[in-house]
T-cell receptor, first 113, second 109 residues
Framework: EAQVTQNPRYLITVTGKKLTVTCSQNMNHEYMSWYRQDPGLGLRQIYYSMNVEVTDKGDVPEGYKVSRKEKRNFPLILESPSPNQTSLYFC????????????FGPGTRLTVL | GEDVEQSLFLSVREGDSSVINCTYTDSSSTYLYWYKQEPGAGLQLLTYIFSNMDMKQDQRLTVLLNKKDKHLSLRIADTQTGDSAIYFCAESSGTALIFGKGTTLSVSS
């Protein structure tokens, strides 16, 4: 089954404690991205990657890092989380041809205390 | 930059039609999309329309596109309680989909 998986699905942490949210896709998609969703703000792109070792900033990259060492995985790293990063995070992948083939992960709800 | 605007809330009664409106700014978008997000779930692509079309119908869903006014709408006929969700319109912009803030549709029985 074609899918994007994220882990963990829920996380509560404290300010400053480094964390990683993993994202994996099994569709051999070249393009992956991370979004955050906040009430009244919709989805905003954090980072994206057009292929292995190719990453670039989206609209709200501050406080986040990503890496793309292999095609299937695109982890989101918060080196020093802060309360304003409390949000719902979605990973997505798409083959780079048409956006209707974009798959979203189930989401990770992060709370930073 | 690109921007997508939607009203935030819509409340309808079961059996009525729902119309969710959206305006966008990037006239070069090839496709425009509607996503549905049910409570606690991820985003599900509902439908999309190619920019050279005026209308697309898919069962209870009708998408209307007014390219001149950069206005997109989603009509849900015979709205059911299971249609209660957040609906996002989105336009494609190179390396990302640009999403609106989402319209929360509440359906009462």
């Amino acid at each position: 089954e074609a899918q994007v998986t994220q882990n963990p699905r829920y996380l509560i942490t404290v300010t400053g404690k480094k964390l990683t949210v993993t994202c994996s896709q099994n569709m051999n998609h070249e393009y992956m991205s991370w979004y955050r969703q906040d009430p009244g703000l919709g989805l905003r792109q954090i980072y994206y990657s057009m292929n292995v070792e190719v990453t670039d900033k989206g609209d709200v990259p501050e406080g986040y890092k990503v890496s793309r060492k292999e095609k299937r995985n695109f982890p989101l790293i918060l080196e020093s989380p802060s309360p304003n990063q409390t949000s719902l995070y979605f990973c997505a992948s798409y083959p780079g041809t048409s956006w209707d083939e974009q798959f979203f992960g189930p989401g990770t709800r992060l709370t930073v205390l | 930059g690109e921007d997508v605007e939607q009203s935030l809330f819509l409340s309808v009664r079961e059996g009525d039609s729902s119309v969710i409106n959206c305006t966008y700014t990037d006239s070069s978008s090839t496709y425009l999309y509607w996503y549905k997000q049910e409570p606690g779930a991820g985003l599900q692509l509902l439908t999309y329309i190619f920019s050279n079309m005026d209308m697309k119908q898919d069962q209870r869903l009708t998408v209307l596109l007014n390219k001149k006014d950069k206005h997109l709408s989603l009509r849900i006929a015979d709205t059911q309680t299971g249609d209660s969700a957040i609906y996002f319109c989105a336009e494609s912009s190179g390396t990302a989909l640009i999403f609106g803030k989402g319209t929360t549709l509440s359906v009462s029985s």
